[in-house]
């Protein structure tokens, strides 16, 4: 399956409740108080979109964007999200990965943030550790691959179509490779708060191992034999 359509199925389920990576919620936690943030739409210059267009998602919560592409969300204190500026049809246009919700909290959503989020959505990617987001969210901001994907995602949405679509061969292919880069760019010591995957293993001759590198905590080696 395409990168891009596993991007956009993770986004529709979070867009429903929230940013949920590894692991649930346990009912006899507390509620987490609801707070209202706020922040910014900015869409690509050569847009044919009006702000008015756009809706403002972040999990349970629903917004709408002004004409200055201004908005106010509502959102769980401290519990991270993923913010989706989508048309009234539901497609998505922007969207951005919110860390730490907080009450007055502001952030942008725009082409640099959909990027980042939609490297952070790849399933060898995504973390909702609190301990973690940040230094993810940070290794990717890193990535030079990154400005292909922005560039990638800007062209999508100044075409015809207006939005993201699943299936669009220059955002996925320029997503691979910002999504291999993040995984090949670990080092057998992570530094704290990347998610500790292991570089790639040396592949024996005549012998190969696909995925090469450390997902969900395993990883496969090669003992000998024949099979």
């Known amino acids: 399956m395409k990168a891009i359509q596993i991007a956009c199925m993770i986004v529709a389920v979070m867009a429903a409740v929230g940013l949920s990576c590894s692991g649930d919620k346990k009912s006899t936690d507390p509620a987490p108080e609801v707070i209202t943030m706020e922040g910014w739409v900015t869409l690509p210059y050569e847009s044919e979109l009006y702000y008015s267009d756009l809706s403002i998602g972040f999990g349970a919560h629903d917004s709408t964007v002004d004409d200055y592409g201004i908005f106010a969300i509502d959102g769980n204190e401290g519990l991270p999200g993923l913010a989706i500026a989508s048309l009234q049809s539901g497609a998505p246009v922007l969207m951005s990965i919110v860390p730490n919700p907080t009450d007055g909290g502001l952030?942008?959503?725009?082409?640099?943030?959909?990027?980042?989020?939609?490297?952070?959505?790849?399933?060898?990617?995504?973390?909702?550790?609190p301990e973690f987001i940040d230094g993810v969210l940070a290794d990717i901001e890193s990535l030079s691959e990154l400005a292909a994907l922005e560039a990638a995602i800007e062209s999508t949405l100044t075409q015809q179509t207006l939005t993201l679509e699943a299936e669009d061969e220059a955002v996925t292919d320029a997503l691979g490779d910002a999504v291999t880069a993040y995984v090949n760019g670990f080092t057998s010591s992570p530094a704290q708060g990347m998610a500790g995957r292991s570089p790639a293993i040396e592949q024996v001759e005549g012998i190969e191992i696909e995925p090469s590198y450390q997902v969900g905590g395993l990883q496969l080696r090669w003992k000998g034999g024949d099979s």
Request: charged share 15%; proline share 4%.
């Open 107 to 129: 952030f942008d959503v725009d082409v640099h943030t959909t990027a980042v989020a939609l490297v952070f959505l790849h399933p060898f990617v995504c973390t909702d550790n």
